[in-house]
């Protein structure tokens, strides 16, 4: 096997081709033997052939030839041209002055900052690339699934409509079909009449022949003619058709109607990615499209609950809602939002009226029960426990359920308390994790209480409470007439005494409380019937004021629309007021 084309081979001389490299010509870049090496030297062009040893080939400086002498090295530089030149180029007049450095200091600067760069290109600015990648990657997913998810709510939505399209057509079909039958029968009847009245008449027909065709005059004399009472022919009945008046479709209102898509405004960060992030940074809450207020609100729906005296709602999901009553009521009542219809009913364990409800993130019921004390909670629509009982004459009022599945609960003390000004009650924010106690929020930074401690009116929810969107919690504390805005520190951010001049120019007295997807919070003020809303720093933007009746509990749902439980007429109204 010949030696020179195994793929194991070493590596041999340019020259002879068959002996092993010992040497190499820096000059010419030829790899030698050392039997060669005269050979090469005696026959190559240039004067100046710089062998070495093959091992220290990479140790010697290769420096570029000049251009304008072509045999000789650039063994300088020249500063103010930055290019590199040779010692004759330096006697010339066109660098004549210049500052000059030797070549190799430029190149071992050069060198040096080379090592620099590659040692952050290696260590910082590849790894934040791929970590970058990796995140715009992550995106893109994000973004399927959220597409996805999107896509799945329009398709949703419109199996949603043409379900309640296709119960609208059966119900016109059903009083089509009831007035169809209802003139049927009326016309059947008449005919009915009608051809008594034929058999009558031939009757009638049959007696005149015999009367006209017998000598007996007995027998003519016994026929009484009935002729004047046919001759009063019966009454024309021409039922009126009912006319079916469509409804324009107009393709704006259509849409409006429908839903349309809304996306915020693309921003960037003028800072751009940071060279020293190595790891994602945690998952922020995505940032939900802007809505705009409708100029009027709009009532969408009413449900009749039937309660005696109605003061809360809590939605389930976007098609079912959970009310409750006061007084002796002890009852809970789910109720289809599009049909109106009972679809369950839950009592309290106590027998007693609850005093508030709330739904958790994974949809189970809560309601608290100011008499015995005890917030509990509901699982698949059957009581599942006693989740927390505070204790030391602490008894529970309003609740809701945290973006974190903690449940925020407000309670007063039933012990009186002498306070220099006369007796009260002490009240609190607790935050709960399960049945664990969190946080406790009672007092501001100087150490005066953030809740009114008047005595409990047993007919409405004290104090209601709600997360905003930013995590601020908000209580409607109605003694004080004020809503009370803490960040989730627990630290007062603002109090809100109401907006005037208010529609029945009466004192504010906040009840039900809610927020919604653009941190808006919402209040119910019953004795003005309508319902504030304010931004999350407190600003008042406009009334809900569209013939609400003593409005008491507030929910919205995930589309942002408002639902109203109304204390006297015990109905729940869904009111559309963003766009």
Not at 59 to 87: A, F, G, Q
Not at 219 to 237: A, D, E, F, M
Not at 395 to 422: A, E, I, K, Q
């Amino acid at each position: 096997m010949d030696p020179r084309t195994t793929a194991q081979d070493v590596m041999r001389c340019d020259f002879c081709e068959t002996a092993v490299v010992q040497m190499h010509c820096a000059t010419c870049l030829v790899n030698l033997c050392k039997a060669c090496v005269g050979e090469h030297i005696s026959t190559g062009e240039s004067n100046e052939h710089k062998v070495v040893k093959f091992q220290a080939r990479k140790s010697i400086p290769l420096y570029p030839r000049c251009k304008k002498h072509n045999k000789r090295e650039n063994t300088m530089y020249c500063n103010l041209c930055d290019i590199p030149v040779c010692t004759k180029c330096i006697a010339t007049d066109q660098h004549l002055g210049h500052k000059v450095s030797e070549i190799l200091q430029i190149v071992a600067e050069k060198k040096a900052k080379f090592i620099k760069e590659q040692i952050e290109l290696n260590e910082t600015i590849y790894p934040t690339y791929q970590n970058i990648a990796s995140e715009v990657q992550n995106r893109m997913s994000q973004l399927e699934k959220e597409y996805g998810d999107l896509s799945k709510a329009i398709k949703k939505h419109g199996e949603n409509w043409h379900r309640e399209i296709d119960k609208l057509v059966k119900k016109l079909q059903s009083e089509v079909d009831e007035m169809k039958n209802a003139q049927l029968q009326t016309l059947q009847k008449h005919l009915n009449n009608i051809n008594k009245n034929i058999s009558d008449i031939k009757d009638e027909i049959d007696s005149i022949d015999i009367a006209i065709d017998t000598n007996d005059l007995s027998k003519q004399l016994s026929v009484t003619s009935k002729i004047n009472i046919y001759r009063n022919l019966p009454q024309k009945i021409a039922p009126a058709l009912p006319k079916f008046i469509a409804g324009k479709i107009e393709g704006k209102k259509l849409d409006k109607l429908f839903g349309a898509l809304s996306i915020d405004s693309p921003t960037s960060d003028k800072h751009g990615y940071s060279m020293k992030t190595t790891q994602k940074s945690p998952e922020t809450r995505s940032s939900p499209p802007v809505k705009l207020l409708l100029d009027e609100p709009e009532t969408v729906t009413t449900i009749n609950t039937e309660y005696g005296i109605l003061n809360d709602v809590a939605c389930l999901n976007d098609e079912e809602i959970w009310t409750k009553g006061n007084g002796n009521d002890s009852t809970m009542k789910l109720f289809s939002i599009n049909q109106g219809s009972l679809l369950n009913s839950i009592t309290t364990k106590s027998g007693e009226s609850p005093t508030a409800i709330a739904v958790t993130q994974d949809g189970d019921l809560v309601y608290t029960d100011y008499h015995n004390g005890t917030v509990t909670i509901v699982k698949s629509k059957k009581i599942e426990k006693e989740v927390i009982r505070p204790g030391n004459n602490w008894r529970p009022f309003g609740v809701c359920s945290t973006s974190s599945g903690d449940l925020l609960v407000t309670m007063n003390n039933d012990m009186y308390y002498f306070h220099g000004d006369g007796t009260c009650r002490e009240s609190k924010v607790v935050r709960y994790s399960g049945s664990k106690e969190k946080q406790t929020i009672q007092h501001d930074d100087k150490g005066k209480p953030l809740y009114s401690s008047k005595s409990f009116n047993a007919f409405i929810i004290d104090k209601n409470i709600s997360e905003n969107r930013n995590l601020d919690i908000c209580v409607a504390d109605c003694d004080a007439r004020a809503v009370v805005v803490v960040n989730q520190a627990g630290k007062l951010r603002f109090r809100y005494y109401g907006h005037y001049p208010s529609p029945k120019k009466k004192a504010f007295n906040p009840l039900g409380i809610t927020t919604d997807s653009q941190s808006h919070i919402l209040t119910a003020d019953d004795i003005n019937g309508c319902v504030h809303i304010i931004d999350q720093d407190g600003q008042f933007l406009r009334y809900i004021d569209c013939g609400l009746s003593e409005p008491q509990g507030l929910y919205t749902d995930t589309n942002d629309n408002l639902f109203v439980a109304q204390l006297i007429n015990s109905q729940v109204k869904k009111i559309k007021y963003l766009l």
